[in-house]
């Protein structure tokens, strides 16, 4: 039978999630965003219902509903969330597919409980390539909300690997434990990933300074090939060669974090445990945005003061 969900925030994400939904199942999707030109071109190319409001989109929902958040963490998601609160009513249920924090998911779930509102974290992975090959989802919430959402969930999910299979079901999305285990578990996903990107960044820069003459998007391509380090990350690094040329020359080096990078590091302090990798990542990106430029000004002035080594003036010196 088919379910009915809102959709909230239709960016890269959450316009593709309405538009595999739309494409692969009958589920009805009402969507909603701050922009009414976006709302216009995703219900154009998707057959959702647009709303015009938040108050609209609820409307339009029959009760129990379903929202589906997908706006930028922090204080638009806890914004938006205390207006749907305003305007749903028991039994209703509130889902964050965004980078939310799990402590602040926790605080959701526990004041909407109040209202008999059910909330469900769920920490999705696939960025813009989702549309085609699915999204990994780690949920965090009541078991009963989460199997209500089950078949939102098996649509926008890819099909498990065979070997998988029988430890996650026929699609790819887990049900981890309470409220905030969903984004828990994406946020050491996300830690982990910048300790991967780094690992790459850091092996094709030595490439980029060999004596060799060496076709990085080649090296990425046959790395795929069986080989120990292969992976998606390495299938995008063939494609960002092949797109922006073997020095990536056209590209900064500046280099953003969402936050889940900062948390991940945050938690395993609070827990001990050691992570040297993430951390190093973390602080490559702030060095990538010239966030040490004091700290190698004061390396140098300090090897000029022990050791009278030569130092280079700034263009301002």
């Given at each position: 039978?088919?379910?009915?969900?809102?959709?909230?925030?239709?960016?890269?994400?959450?316009?593709?999630?309405?538009?595999?939904?739309?494409?692969?199942?009958?589920?009805e999707?009402?969507?909603?965003?701050?922009?009414?030109?976006?709302?216009?071109?995703?219900?154009?190319?998707?057959?959702?219902?647009?709303?015009d409001?938040?108050?609209?989109?609820?409307?339009?929902?029959?009760?129990?509903?379903m929202?589906w958040?997908?706006?930028?963490?922090?204080?638009?998601?806890?914004?938006?969330?205390?207006?749907?609160?305003?305007?749903?009513?028991?039994?209703?249920?509130?889902?964050?597919?965004?980078?939310?924090?799990?402590?602040?998911?926790?605080?959701?779930?526990?004041?909407?409980?109040?209202?008999?509102?059910?909330?469900?974290?769920?920490?999705?992975?696939?960025?813009?390539?989702?549309?085609?090959?699915?999204?990994?989802?780690?949920?965090g919430?009541?078991?009963?909300?989460?199997?209500?959402?089950?078949?939102?969930?098996?649509?926008?999910?890819?099909?498990?690997?065979?070997?998988?299979?029988?430890?996650?079901?026929?699609?790819?999305?887990?049900?981890?434990?309470?409220?905030?285990?969903?984004?828990?578990?994406?946020?050491?996903?996300?830690?982990?990933?910048?300790?991967?990107?780094?690992?790459?960044?850091?092996?094709?820069?030595?490439?980029?300074?060999?004596?060799?003459?060496?076709?990085?998007?080649?090296?990425?391509?046959?790395?795929?090939?069986?080989?120990?380090?292969?992976?998606?990350?390495?299938?995008?690094?063939?494609?960002?060669?092949?797109?922006?040329?073997?020095?990536?020359h056209?590209?900064?080096g500046?280099?953003?974090?969402?936050?889940?990078?900062?948390?991940?590091?945050?938690?395993?302090?609070?827990?001990?445990?050691?992570?040297?990798?993430?951390?190093?990542?973390?602080?490559?990106?702030?060095?990538?945005?010239?966030?040490?430029?004091?700290?190698?000004?004061m390396?140098?002035?300090?090897r000029?003061?022990?050791?009278?080594?030569?130092?280079?003036?700034?263009?301002?010196?």
């Amino acid at each position: 039978m088919p379910s009915q969900i809102g959709f909230v925030g239709l960016g890269r994400m959450g316009g593709n999630m309405v538009a595999r939904i739309k494409r692969d199942s009958d589920h009805e999707v009402v969507a909603y965003d701050r922009d009414p030109a976006t709302v216009e071109k995703v219900t154009a190319a998707t057959g959702a219902r647009g709303a015009d409001s938040l108050a609209d989109l609820v409307a339009q929902l029959q009760a129990p509903r379903m929202v589906w958040i997908m706006v930028p963490a922090g204080g638009p998601t806890q914004e938006t969330v205390d207006a749907l609160a305003s305007l749903l009513d028991e039994g209703d249920m509130i889902i964050d597919g965004g980078n939310s924090k799990w402590t602040d998911d926790r605080a959701r779930a526990a004041a909407l409980s109040e209202a008999g509102i059910d909330y469900l974290d769920v920490g999705t992975s696939g960025g813009v390539w989702g549309l085609e090959v699915g999204y990994c989802m780690m949920v965090g919430g009541p078991e009963a909300a989460v199997q209500r959402l089950a078949p939102i969930l098996d649509v926008l999910a890819p099909e498990t690997n065979e070997a998988s299979r029988h430890v996650l079901g026929e699609r790819g999305w887990g049900h981890f434990g309470p409220s905030g285990a969903g984004h828990y578990v994406k946020m050491v996903h996300n830690g982990i990933e910048y300790g991967l990107m780094q690992a790459y960044a850091e092996g094709f820069d030595i490439f980029d300074k060999s004596e060799f003459e060496l076709d990085k998007a080649k090296i990425a391509h046959l790395w795929n090939q069986g080989s120990v380090v292969r992976s998606w990350l390495c299938e995008l690094a063939a494609r960002a060669f092949e797109l922006e040329g073997n020095d990536l020359h056209a590209l900064s080096g500046y280099t953003e974090d969402s936050g889940e990078g900062r948390w991940t590091i945050e938690d395993a302090m609070a827990k001990d445990v050691p992570t040297p990798v993430i951390t190093a990542s973390l602080y490559a990106r702030f060095y990538s945005r010239g966030n040490g430029d004091f700290t190698h000004r004061m390396l140098a002035a300090l090897r000029a003061q022990f050791g009278g080594h030569a130092t280079k003036k700034s263009a301002d010196g």
